[in-house]
């Protein structure tokens, strides 16, 4: 529990409870955005500086990115939502089983290892090689739904007009 | 070949870069205020008084006629006429401006002061710099700023004032030979002054032409004639 | 000290030397701060610097392309005016639209300027002068410059204005688009070196042959890869021609046209540096970063030729402004996936190639396949590019 770590985590904490809070749509993702970038900072902490660095490329990057967008075309902001649900007891319940069963887990966990286990060394290299020796099928699929995901956007944005004349 | 046409246009630009170190003709910029465009003859700006002589105060062209005051279109000319007379350079007593104040934050130099002016008085200066920061009345320039030499005028409008003087001499010559003819025959004296004063009325309008189109002549002769046909007219009706 | 002679080499480390004497003098529990401090305060020094002068640079750089004067009132030859333009923009008032969203209003320019400079971090200036070298420092580069997209949205979307917004969409999209085609550029670097630290990729390319540099440069894949490249970090950094979310005949300055003064000055700023340090990218992946280009040139300091390179450079960006008209959105995005990313995919095959191929005297064998390779496509589009331009003679059906 060293300082950086508090401070990372606590900032994580702060961006997704105000992710939750806020009443703007756009707001909300910039706090969650803090969020990703808190979690980044702490997988370098970690010494993961690959998974790190991904991070922000592509949650900070693009997936922030999709939500604004997402939220901006889709968002009437003239509406002003009530602050909480009807039904905000069983939300608070099922939260609270959930963090409970969490919190059990994890402690469990981390009480058989009191010390620090050795850091492991994932470098670029062991990570390209694991990808391409032992993980290639999975890579390959991966790599078949983002083409599948990019033909289905392009599908849904391209003009009914341009369609017929493809078609 | 692909890429192609921005090789050329990379060269166009590289060409433009250096060869605006090498050859000056290139650069055609003005570095104002330290070159200025030369100004053509017939440049003009606001206008300024003349005066002949030494003296801008006794040497003034102008009478006061008030001519230029009601024909300015955005009424930047104010006069006020002196109560005593002074005589003129031909040696008739003529009133003089007291006051003569141009506005020139108004003046549209349209030149329709110089155009209507019979005596040659008022001219266009070619000075367009006269930025001030007094905002109260800088820019309402008096007669003694306006009053500039007869040989200032003739150096930035020198065919302009040449042919203006000319005409003056022409003048002053007729009015000194009709003079030395009233003064000999005693029975024409009568009828002399009275052709003789519309004669520097007419003989004032053509120089005035010369260096403008002839059009204050024309327009000067019609519309005496309605005048005298209304003011018969309630006359009539009556 | 001062008696001694200084070796080239002492003038090669000279800023290495002065920080490791400057931090003799502070106590040991703050020589970490103490370091951090010392390494970070000539980047945040050096590169704003650059940035001024590249100011006045540009604008008469662009003026004598265009057969004038540049700026030349403002000290000797016009080159205090970006003092000038500082005093400028720091007395500007600070008008924010009624309707804005003040905080993140306020927070864009800040963003943008935290997510330019960090991208610094990881690039050797000289020998031995790289502020943290990272294992993964072309990762986190790329990191970092996806960051410049979020706040470009941020400033567009909190103004509140149909032209902010057009103009922040556009220039997301673009620089979404060009992200690709500039990441798969350096990948070829990275399969060539073997590693994504920029000083190994530097070190890599020290080398001599002769007096000729061992540069990635003077291969095919590696021309290739750094027009690419250039390409692409033009249109990331919104640089003519690819201009359009900025141009102020276009969209009004799209996505900062409702900021003035001093964030606009912190806008331009980010977008400077942001072009130094793809420029510095480019350097380092293909120009061999601090390396001398010839063998007997070494003596001038390592990071002389940092500068130098990224002089030329910057020039060639200001040349590229001053010639090309500003690319339409349309004409941007189909260059970028149609001809940009097929180009880069190809180029990183090639590379592929050049490693595999045998590698004989002169490399002949290698040299002609490869560009072959990277050649066809643009010779066979050229072809049928100028096949569809069929210009007919205009008829004018009503003007006689």
């Known amino acids: 529990m060293t300082a950086p770590f508090l401070i990372l985590a606590a900032l994580a904490v702060a961006g997704t409870a105000a992710a939750m809070g806020l009443r703007n749509g756009v707001h909300c993702v910039l706090a969650l955005t803090v969020g990703f970038a808190a979690l980044a900072a702490l997988y370098l902490q970690l010494g993961a500086q690959f998974v790190g660095f991904t991070q922000i490329m592509v949650y900070v990057g693009a997936v922030a990115i999709l939500a604004v967008f997402a939220i901006m075309m889709t968002h009437h902001p003239g509406l002003i939502e009530a602050p909480f649900s009807r039904n905000w007891l069983w939300g608070a319940v099922i939260a609270a089983a959930v963090f409970a069963t969490l919190a059990r887990a994890i402690s469990l966990g981390t009480a058989s290892a009191p010390s620090a286990p050795p850091e492991p060394s994932a470098t670029v290299n062991q990570i390209g090689d694991a990808l391409m020796h032992r993980y290639i099928l999975p890579l390959e699929i991966v790599g078949l739904l983002l083409t599948a995901a990019l033909i289905g956007a392009v599908i849904i944005a391209i003009d009914p007009k341009d369609r017929e004349e493809s078609e | 070949m692909i890429g192609n046409g921005i090789l050329k246009g990379l060269a166009e630009t590289a060409r433009n870069f250096f060869g605006s170190y090498v050859s000056k003709d290139r650069l055609t910029t003005v570095q104002y205020p330290e070159q200025h465009i030369p100004q053509i003859e017939a440049t003009r700006d606001f206008p300024f008084l003349v005066y002949d002589g030494a003296d801008w105060e006794s040497g003034m062209r102008c009478v006061a006629c008030q001519i230029c005051e009601k024909e300015c279109p955005p009424k930047c000319i104010l006069i006020t006429k002196s109560t005593d007379k002074k005589p003129d350079a031909v040696g008739k007593p003529q009133f003089y401006p007291a006051v003569f104040d141009i506005d020139i934050s108004v003046c549209m130099s349209c030149q329709i002061c110089v155009e209507v002016c019979p005596f040659d008085a008022i001219k266009m200066d070619v000075q367009f710099d006269l930025p001030t920061d007094d905002r109260f009345g800088g820019l309402l320039l008096d007669r003694h700023k306006l009053a500039k030499s007869n040989e200032y005028y003739h150096q930035i409008h020198p065919t302009e004032a040449t042919a203006v003087d000319t005409a003056l001499a022409a003048e002053r010559a007729k009015a000194a030979a009709a003079k030395a003819a009233a003064a000999t025959p005693k029975p024409a004296a009568p009828a002399a002054p009275a052709p003789a004063a519309p004669k520097p009325a007419s003989s004032t309008a053509t120089p005035a032409p010369a260096p403008v189109a002839p059009m204050p002549v024309k327009p000067a002769e019609p519309p005496i004639k309605p005048l005298a046909s209304e003011s018969s007219k309630p006359g009539e009706t009556k | 000290m001062i008696a001694a002679a200084l070796t080239t080499q002492d003038v090669d480390q000279i800023f290495v030397l002065i920080k490791h004497a400057l931090l003799a003098c502070v106590p040991a529990a703050l020589q970490p701060i103490a370091s951090a401090v010392l390494s970070i305060i000539p980047i945040l020094v050096a590169f704003p610097l650059l940035f001024a002068i590249t100011t006045v640079l540009e604008r008469k750089g662009l003026g004598r392309m265009q057969n004038r004067y540049g700026p030349n009132r403002v000290g000797p030859a016009g080159f205090f005016q970006p003092i000038a333009d500082g005093i400028k923009s720091l007395t500007k008032e600070d008008v924010v639209p009624l309707s804005a969203d003040h905080a993140v209003h306020f927070l864009a320019p800040i963003l943008l300027v935290i997510a330019a400079f960090l991208g610094y971090a990881v690039l050797p200036i000289g020998r031995n002068m790289v502020l943290v070298n990272l294992n993964a420092g072309v990762l986190f580069f790329f990191a970092v410059g996806s960051v410049v997209e979020l706040s470009v949205f941020m400033a567009g979307w909190s103004s509140r204005s149909k032209y902010s917004l057009l103009g922040a969409m556009r220039a997301i999209a673009q620089m979404i688009s060009y992200e690709v085609p500039l990441v798969l550029a350096s990948v070829v670097v990275i399969m060539q070196a073997g590693s994504l630290s920029l000083v190994t990729i530097v070190e890599s390319q020290s080398g001599y042959t002769g007096i000729f540099p061992h540069w990635y440069l003077f291969t095919p894949w590696g021309i290739a890869g750094f027009i690419l490249f250039m390409i692409a ?152 590019l100028k096949q569809k331009k069929k210009l007919l003679v205009r008829t004018y059906h009503f003007a006689e």
């Open chain 3, 233 to 384: 970090a033009t249109a990331e950094s919104n640089r003519s021609p690819f201009d359009l979310p900025e141009g102020e005949s276009e969209i009004i300055a799209g996505y900062f046209i409702e900021y003035s003064g001093f964030k606009f000055a912190l806008f331009f700023l980010a977008e400077y540096l942001g072009m130094f340090a793809t420029s510095s990218l480019a350097i380092t992946l293909f120009l061999g970063g601090w390396a001398a280009p010839l063998s007997f040139l070494t003596f001038i300091p390592s990071y002389v030729w940092f500068f130098l390179k990224l002089l030329v450079l910057i020039c060639f960006f200001i040349w590229i402004r001053g010639t090309l008209p500003r690319l339409r959105m349309d004409q941007l995005m189909g260059f970028a996936w149609k001809f940009i990313l097929p180009m880069a995919l190809l180029n990183i095959f090639v590379a592929g190639l050049w490693r595999f191929l045998p590698a004989g005297p002169l490399n002949s064998i290698r040299w002609l396949v490869c560009i072959g390779v990277l050649a066809a496509p643009c010779i066979v589009l050229s072809f049928s």
